[in-house]
T-cell receptor, first 110, second 113 residues
Framework: SQKIEQNSEALNIQEGKTATLTCNYT??????LQWYRQDPGRGPVFLLL?????KEKRKERLKVTFDTTLKQSLFHITASQPADSATYLC?????????FGKGTMLLVSP | SQTIHQWPATLVQPVGSPLSLECTVE??????LYWYRQAAGRGLQLLFY??????ISSEVPQNLSASRPQDRQFILSSKKLLLSDSGFYLC????????????FGDGTRLSIL
């Protein structure tokens, strides 16, 4: 069955450093992959989408890579800020639906 | 611009009572609509999705049901709630053309006593 793995342990980093979050998947060949941010008690908010034929996508301080051979996506936040503290979810795209990972909590300390 | 509304924000219901959660979208037409449940420590579980009025796909068999009586209205219901129905319920919409992202409401926190 399809499986998406994100680090269940929180990632603690210092302000100004680069945060790198990992999303691994098995038994799946997604057409695209998306990353979302979720704050406590709120719905997820879309950040970036990367297609299967794209290696890398950037948006301001965010960068996503997608390696379909390794079945892995990396999500980077450069020059991290305390306001970046949240849970980050990766989601694999099917025809009409998305399959979400459980998310990784990022804590950026000042 | 498009907006999505979910209500109520929080709900406390006794076991065996009925449920109705409503979600409406504004500023778009013929969206794909989704209901998810997020339990503590677990990921987003897709419950139902709809690609049009009256068209409902169920992902997980359970005592919940969904209906789409109007293009931009999606309702999640139950006739008799179970303790295991507690959780954070999220509605989302998506433009059906291409690989578009989903846009979520702020959710309903449902507690069953």
């Amino acid at each position: 069955s399809q499986k998406i793995e994100q680090n269940s342990e929180a990632l603690n980093i210092q302000e100004g450093k680069t945060a790198t979050l990992t999303c691994n998947y098995t038994n799946y060949s997604p057409a695209y992959l998306q990353w979302y941010r979720q704050d406590p008690g709120r719905g997820p908010v879309f950040l970036l989408l990367i297609r299967e034929n794209e290696k890398e996508k950037r948006k301001e301080r965010l960068k996503v890579t997608f390696d379909t051979t390794l079945k892995q996506s990396l999500f980077h936040i450069t020059a991290s800020q305390p306001a970046d503290s949240a849970t980050y979810l990766c989601a694999l795209g099917g025809y009409s639906t998305l399959t979400f990972g459980k998310g990784t909590m990022l804590l950026v300390s000042p | 611009s498009q907006t999505i509304h979910q209500w109520p924000a929080t709900l406390v219901q006794p076991v065996g009572s009925p449920l109705s959660l409503e979600c409406t979208v504004e500023g778009t037409s013929n969206p794909n609509l989704y209901w998810y449940r997020q339990a503590a420590g677990r990921g987003l579980q897709l419950l139902f999705y709809s690609v049009g009025i009256g068209q409902i796909s169920s992902e997980v068999p359970q005592n919940l049901s969904a209906s789409r009586p109007q293009d931009r209205q999606f309702i999640l219901s139950s006739k008799k709630l179970l303790l295991s129905d507690s959780g954070f319920y999220l509605c989302a919409w998506r433009n059906p053309r291409g690989n578009q992202p989903q846009h979520f409401g702020d959710g309903t926190r449902l507690s069953i006593l």
